[in-house]
């Protein structure tokens, strides 16, 4: 059976995309939108989300009519019913990055976005539990941020048991 490739709702900015059948590229208030509308149309499994510190990249090429911010969350979405791919790539936003929690659409959406908000500080809006999952939360800062101080993370070394 031959599928169509996917489309993206009016309005939403698409681009061609390595991997997968479309890019989309929506506003941050046609984000939940947009992947309930694929949710809706078969996408029945989010493969990956995470989150992208592009500190050092602020030019980086994008589809005209998207404004690039420091954060990008970036979702995969996959169809098992029509064998097909959607990458969803959203401007999170610069010093506060924050979107919409895809949680009640994805409920597999609760650890990745928990260990986005951990590493790199991206809010999700409507989450059950944002709270650290990789990191002690008395912990300081999220270090996978590009500006996060190199050496900050003490090395702690464990003694070896060593020969009898």
């Given amino acids: 059976m031959i599928s169509l490739p996917p ?3 009016p309005g939403v900015v698409t681009s061609d995309a390595l991997a997968c059948d ?18 809706e149309d078969d996408f029945e499994m ?3 989300l995470c989150a992208v510190d ?14 690039a911010t420091r954060f990008e969350v970036v979702v995969n979405l996959l169809s098992l019913s029509k064998v097909q791919r959607v990458r969803v790539r959203v401007q999170a936003g610069d010093e506060s990055p924050r979107v919409d929690s ?6 597999g959406t609760e650890a ?17 539990d944002l709270t650290r999952i990789l990191m002690p939360e008395e912990w300081e800062g999220h ?19 060593g020969p009898r």
């Fill in 54 to 67: 592009y500190l050092a990249f602020p030019h980086r090429a994008l589809p005209e009519g998207v404004v």
């Fill in 46 to 48: 989010c493969v990956d």
């Fill in 143 to 161: 270090p996978l941020r590009k500006d996060y101080a190199v050496g900050r993370v003490p090395v702690q070394f464990k003694s070896s048991p």
């Fill in 112 to 128: 990745m976005e928990r260990e986005a908000f951990d590493l790199f500080g991206v809010l999700f809006d409507g989450h059950p």
């Fill in 102 to 107: 895809l949680f009640d659409l994805y409920p």
């Fill in 22 to 39: 479309l890019a989309c590229f929506p506003t941050r208030e046609r984000y939940r939108d947009l992947i309930g509308a694929l949710r």
């Fill in 7 to 9: 489309k993206a709702p």
